[in-house]
T-cell receptor, first 115, second 107 residues
Framework: DARVTQTPRHKVTEMGQEVTMRCQPI?????VFWYRQTMMQGLELLAY????????DSGMPKDRFSAEMPDATLATLKIQPSEPRDSAVYFC?????????????FGSGTRLTVV | GQNIDQPTEMTATEGAIVQINCTYQ??????LFWYQQHAGEAPTFLSY????GLEEKGRFSSFLSRSKGYSYLLLKELQMKDSASYLC????????FGTGTRLQVFP
């Protein structure tokens, strides 16, 4: 089965450090989403891309978060500097636009803890 | 604005039927997804409704009424493994999720 690959699976870092999370979407999927999930807020949309172009990043704190897709096989989410309130599970999801009937596929997530 | 509402928690008994409701008010609508998420895992796709009506997939069915901004997920013949969170998400080109309904199935 094709899968979305996220690395690292777990990350513990100190406040103020830079964190980079990576996502490899399924080959051929042209839409990529980044979400953050906490117990209190559920799944919050941070940013999304189509054909590598950023379409909406209004859900991201712009002063510390950035999202990019340097090529079709890699999406990155960076936090600099990290803060304890950024502790959450970050999910990437990909899918082919126009074929939503098959659903968007989520990666296993990166569990981030900022101490 | 975007608003998607689901009940926070539901409980049911093994073998029973449960209906999880979702109401939405969004700027734009292309379709509605249902996802299942077990604790500590990623969400997995269950269904996608574009047109009004009921779509059946085995023990799970999903219903949509676009005019009422309403959907439900129907789970039949409940099993213990159905204990999970069920997430409703609206496709407005971007994918916006409700906060999810945690379902507990008891023997």
């Amino acid at each position: 089965d094709a899968r979305v690959t996220q690395t690292p699976r777990h990350k513990v870092t100190e406040m103020g450090q830079e964190v980079t999370m990576r996502c490899q979407p399924i080959l051929g999927h042209n839409t990529v989403f980044w979400y953050r999930q906490t117990m209190m807020q559920g799944l919050e949309l941070l940013a999304y891309f189509r054909n590598r172009a950023p379409l909406d990043d209004s859900g991201m704190p712009k002063d510390r978060f950035s999202a990019e897709m340097p090529d079709a096989t890699l999406a990155t989410l960076k936090i600099q500097p990290s803060e304890p309130r950024d502790s959450a599970v970050y999910f990437c999801a990909s899918g082919p636009q126009g074929f939503e009937i098959y659903g968007y596929t989520f990666g296993s997530g990166t569990r981030l803890t900022v101490v | 604005g975007q608003n998607i509402d689901q009940p926070t928690e539901m409980t049911a008994t093994e073998g029973a039927i449960v209906q999880i409701n979702c109401t939405y008010q969004t700027s734009g609508f292309n379709g509605l997804f249902w996802y299942q998420q077990h604790a500590g895992e990623a969400p997995t796709f269950l269904s996608y409704n574009v047109l009004d009506g009921l779509e059946e997939k085995g023990r799970f069915s999903s219903f949509l009424s676009r005019s009422k901004g309403y959907s439900y997920l129907l789970l039949k013949e409940l099993q213990m493994k159905d204990s999970a969170s069920y997430l409703c998400a609206v496709n407005t080109d971007k994918l916006i999720f409700g906060t999810g309904t945690r379902l507990q199935v008891f023997p």
